[in-house]
């Protein structure tokens, strides 16, 4: 057995534990402190908890009074079980703790003393994320206010980034960063009928480029392909590559919530994008690290933030100079690694694409994800999930570990986010 010498706050907590601790705790973590109402400690021996071997192994922890009810939670969800509970001769040094699952984990690191007093987090609890206010039958119309290029001099095909205003809707139309919304383009099929819509992640955050509360953003690719001679343009995607400001647009939505950021902090993210993959990936790191934003949120990002961008060239990579910026502003929170398949070689001297990177980092990236606070969100074209599977399993492999039974793990302690199309 494992024993957990050590109390919350001293800094004694091994770190396997912690690890423990929070690994199986995931997302939709609390940073609102409350103060402990009763200083008993408790040793908690549990079975079944956490990812990996982690899982397989007995382990103590020490908790407090008033996180044992999450505890108890989060082993009835993850198919766990308590073999033993004795109190703990320790009582707590300090006060001031989360009742939330996930700061148990958290817990054993006390928050930086530098950590700004501010008002409560925006909650992107799971709950209170809006979805489907306005549905295909009865769509909210809104207004182009901008349709330009994310592409430089050189690159291969058409990304736009396109804004919609809004306002007036009843209800309004509003989002949270993850999601997506629907277009339904105009006119008709083949078959004399409306189009169906089809869905777009959501590239502003839930303020809007311009934090006015009722824009948003979408980061699109116009489709294009060969087909007996003949280049076929999609339907949506031509349409809204093409549009004029003030047009009329109908959008549903919005949808989605296997794309929400946690709302720790403190949490690692670790992001893989390709193409306009990187639209979700965009409202976080806005998030994160416009100055606006955080000021706005009251959500003041500690964490570490990875980003690694696919993309077939240079003049292809979208939002570039934001992300070189947060990089230079934040160079202890933010990582941007590219793979330009076009322009780079892979060490077999093959194409750079992005599971080379993650091949290449991928001794940082698992200890990354030893850390419970890490999340991993993956976006872009559905082809891309093949290649990400086969540098995680070697990763894993490596570290001896399972990636095939490590994922699901991951998956249910929702820190593995996929989104592709
Ligand atoms: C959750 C989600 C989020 C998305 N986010 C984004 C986003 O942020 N940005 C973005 O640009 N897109 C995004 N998409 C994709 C988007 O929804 C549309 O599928 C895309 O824009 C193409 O739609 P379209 O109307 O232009 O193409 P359509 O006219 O609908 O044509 C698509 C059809 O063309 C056919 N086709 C496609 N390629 C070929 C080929 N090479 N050869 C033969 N036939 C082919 C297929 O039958 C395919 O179904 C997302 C999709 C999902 C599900």
Not at 383 to 407: F, Q, S, V
Request: some cysteine; aromatic content about 8%; glycine content about 10%.
């Amino acid at each position: 057995m494992v024993s957990g010498a050590g109390r919350r706050g001293d800094g004694n907590v091994p770190y396997d534990q912690r690890a423990f601790a929070g690994g199986c705790f995931g997302m939709r973590v609390s940073t609102g402190r409350v103060v402990e109402s009763d200083g008993r400690m408790f040793n908690v021996t549990v079975q079944g908890l956490g990812i990996g071997r982690q899982r397989r192994a007995e382990r103590t922890l020490v908790v407090s009074y008033s996180q044992l009810q999450s505890l108890v939670q989060t082993l009835a969800r993850q198919g766990g079980r308590m073999t033993a509970m004795i109190p703990s001769e320790a009582a707590p040094a300090v006060t001031g703790s989360s009742d939330s699952p996930a700061s148990i984990g958290a817990g054993a690191d006390p928050a930086p003393q530098s950590a700004p007093s501010k008002p409560a987090p925006v909650s992107s609890s799971h709950a209170a994320v809006p979805v489907n206010l306005y549905k295909p039958k009865n769509p909210f119309v809104g207004t182009v206010t901008e349709n330009y290029s994310l592409l430089a001099e050189g690159a291969i095909g058409r990304v736009n980034h396109i804004t919609f205003d809004l306002a007036g809707g009843d209800p309004q139309l509003h989002y949270v960063e993850g999601q997506s919304i629907g277009i339904i383009p105009d006119g008709e099929d083949a078959n004399g009928k409306s189009h169906k819509l089809r869905l777009y992640s959501i590239a502003s955050t839930r303020h809007g480029d311009n934090l006015a509360d009722h824009t948003v953003s979408l980061c699109v690719r116009q489709l294009q392909y060969e087909k007996d001679g003949e280049t076929i343009n999609g339907v949506c995607s031509t349409f809204l590559c093409d549009i004029e400001p003030g047009s009329k647009v109908k959008i549903t939505g919005p949808v989605g919530k296997e794309m929400l950021l946690p709302d720790d902090e403190e949490a690692n993210v670790i992001m893989l994008a390709t193409g306009t993959g990187i639209a979700p990936m965009r409202t976080y790191l806005r998030r994160m690290f416009e100055p606006t934003e955080r000021e706005k949120n009251g959500w003041h990002f500690r964490g570490k933030a990875w980003l690694f961008m696919g993309s077939p060239t240079t003049a292809n990579l979208l939002y570039d100079n934001d992300f070189n910026h947060y990089q230079a502003e934040f160079p202890d929170n933010f990582r941007y690694t590219k793979a330009i398949s076009r322009e780079q070689q892979n060490p077999s001297g093959g194409r750079m694409y992005i599971q080379d990177r993650v091949s290449e980092h991928s001794e940082e990236i698992f200890s990354w994800i030893e850390d419970p606070k890490t999340h991993v969100y993956m976006c872009g074209l559905r082809g891309m999930e093949p290649g990400i599977d086969e540098a995680m399993t070697a990763a894993a492999a490596a570290k001896g570990l399972n990636w095939a039974e490590l994922r699901p793990q991951l998956k249910k302690a929702e820190r593995w986010h996929v989104e592709t199309y």
